[in-house]
Structure formats: structure tokens, C-alpha cells
């Protein structure tokens, strides 16, 4: 166990996910069952640069674990992009006596971290908190699960209405970069098509699809967009490229947008983000520091920043072949 470390903060920074307070918890938690202490930073990198900083403790964080968002408030910080505004930060960590750092959030979190840790020596470890699941080094991130539910959920509904009037629609999801979400949601919801970053279908190659199911007796269609997809200029583009070429469906578009990161986290995301909270305070303690705390294969582990910033994680080729599968 590290001697040095008696006193730690954490923060959440980025985009907020479902799951983020659970895991706000744990440390503050960890930390109070351990004897330290522990700091809440107020908005992210920013609070960390303006010193807003407050002192929690176990009932600090009563109640929290089934709200989402993060209590701690999120921001993105471009002074923390200079060396000057990470200075400001150092120094207010050292002037609060403060010995270690949690970080929550995503890849740019982590690449933030990494280069205050080399900088400053300062113990730092990463718990990745993002719905896009796009994260190299862990199975699952913090808010994944429940961003699915609400997605599949909503597209439960729209296909209510689309089977009632014969209609096709486009549902953007979100995933800029990763289809994670796109691909589980829409295998969950039954979708007829799923377009994702990762591979390039084709406009003319979704048409046919389309006309295929057409011809099978479907009288509607659902296709689950990820918003990185490059099949058109945007779902709008898209959608108008539909109607031109396929006759005889109404063409409707639904962009689920930040609903998906709204919501109160699912059990397995409070679990998960708890068994994650716990692990970044044991990591410190153990001397670990510019590290993510993952999930691989249901067990906690350490992977250096350096890991999850250059990699994401791969597309499981086994959901393409069955969402191929269980779409015809």
C-alpha cells in the first residue's frame, strides 16, 4: 500500500454518462473505508484550474447512485491545453494538499491526464465514463448500457407508429467515431438495416436491401444510423436519396440526440461503474498511477493511458453476421 497517498480527488470531465455519479460514490466511498480523504473538483479540468474544489465524505454521496449525470458538473477546458492552466492546476492540488487523482470520463479525458501525470509526476488513474463504448482496454464503459436501453426503447416506439402508416424511418444514434451502439440497438430493436462508421454499405447496396424487404412482405422498416456514418452527407441527405429511389414507403427521420445520455443508470452500469470506483483507489494505493481502470472479460484491470488513447476498441464481426442474419 502507498504511504504517500491520504488524500484523493476525483472528477468527471467530457461528455456526461448514466453512471457517473455510481462511480463518484465508490471512490468517495473507498476512500472513507480506506481512512483517506477525499475531494470532489467541480466541472471538470476547469474546476481543477479554478480550485472548486469540496470536501466529501460517505453521506456526501447518499442518494446519488440511481441519478444520472454527474453531480460534480462536466466542462471541456481549453485552458487545461496550455501548460500554464495545467500549472494552475498542479498547484491548486498541491496547495489543498491533495495526493492522488481520479479522472471520468473519455479519450480525451485520458489524453489530458497522461500529459499532466508526465509533466508533474502526479499520480493519476482513469475510470472511462462514455456511452459510445469506444474505449480501448475495456470490455464496457461507464453509461454504455444504459444509453442501449434508452435507444432500444425509443425504437420500440417508432415502430409503432411506423407499422401503422407503412413508413420507413432513419434513427440516428449517436457514435461519432464507434457503432457499438448502433449495432447492439439495432439488433435489439429488430432493425431491418444498420449503418455504422465502421464499415461503408453504399447507397445503392442499401437500396437494393431495402427493396428486398420490400418484397418480402415488409410493409415497414427501421434503419438504425450511427451519426459517424458516411453512407450520405447526414440522415436529412439520406433520407431524401430514399424517397427519390425507393417507391411506395414514407420517409421519416428521428435523431435521438442527448436523450441517450440522459436517464437514471441501469443496474449493470451502477454495478460496473461501483466495482470500477472501488478499483481506481485500490490501484493508487497498490502505487499504480497513469492507468485506466477497465473491465476485460468480467474482471477489473490496469491499462496505460498510452493503451487507450492510440486503440479502440474493435467491432465484433459476430454482431454484423447476426444482425445480417435476423434482418431478412
Known amino acids: 500500500m502507498s504511504e504517500k497517498i491520504k488524500k484523493i480527488a476525483v472528477l468527471t470531465s467530457g ?9 463518484i460514490r465508490a471512490v468517495v466511498r473507498s476512500c472513507s473505508y480506506k481512512g483517506l480523504e477525499c475531494v470532489g473538483v467541480f466541472r471538470g479540468y476547469e474546476g481543477l484550474i479554478e480550485g472548486d474544489f469540496k470536501e466529501l465524505n460517505a453521506r456526501s454521496v447518499k442518494n446519488i447512485i440511481n441519478r444520472g449525470g454527474t453531480f460534480l458538473k ?8 496550455t501548460k500554464e492552466g495545467r500549472q494552475k492546476a498542479f498547484e491548486n492540488l498541491k496547495n489543498a494538499n491533495i495526493d492522488a487523482l481520479v479522472v471520468i470520463g473519455g479519450g ?26 469506444d474505449i480501448n482496454g475495456t ?23 411506423a407499422n401503422s402508416h407503412n413508413r420507413l424511418f432513419l434513427v440516428e444514434v449517436m457514435g461519432r467515431d464507434a457503432g457499438d451502439i448502433a449495432l447492439n440497438a439495432g439488433i435489439g430493436a429488430g432493425a431491418e438495416e444498420i449503418l455504422i462508421p465502421e464499415q461503408d454499405m453504399g447507397k445503392e447496396r442499401l437500396i437494393e436491401s431495402l427493396q428486398r424487404s420490400k418484397k418480402s412482405g415488409k410493409t415497414s422498416s427501421i434503419i438504425v444510423v450511427a451519426e459517424g456514418d458516411q453512407i450520405g ?43 470500477l470506483g472501488v478499483g481506481a483507489v485500490d490501484a493508487l494505493l497498490r502505487g499504480e498511477q497513469n492507468v485506466m481502470i477497465g473491465i476485460v472479460h468480467k474482471k477489473v484491470t490496469s491499462v496505460p493511458f498510452s493503451d487507450t488513447i492510440k486503440g479502440k476498441n474493435e467491432l465484433d ?11 431478412v
Open 15 to 23: 461528455g456526461d454518462s448514466p453512471g457517473m455519479n455510481a462511480a
Open 74 to 81: 462536466s466542462a471541456r477546458s481549453k485552458e487545461f491545453f
Open 108 to 133: 480525451g479525458t485520458f489524453a489530458g491526464a497522461s500529459v499532466f501525470m508526465e509533466e508533474f509526476k502526479f499520480p493519476i488513474v482513469g475510470l472511462p465514463g462514455t456511452i459510445d463504448n
Open 139 to 161: 470490455d464496457y464503459s461507464i453509461g454504455y448500457d444504459t444509453a442501449l436501453n434508452t435507444v432500444v426503447e425509443a425504437i420500440d416506439k417508432i415502430r409503432d407508429t
Open 233 to 275: 452527407k447526414n440522415i436529412l441527405s439520406l433520407a431524401k436519396y430514399i424517397e427519390e429511389n425507393l417507391k411506395g414507403y414514407e420517409v421519416r427521420v428521428t435523431v435521438l440526440g442527448h436523450i441517450q445520455r440522459g436517464g437514471a443508470p441501469s443496474c449493470y452500469d451502477r454495478v460496473l461503474a461501483s466495482r
Open 317 to 327: 464481426l459476430e454482431l454484423i453476421r447476426v444482425a445480417d442474419i435476423t434482418s
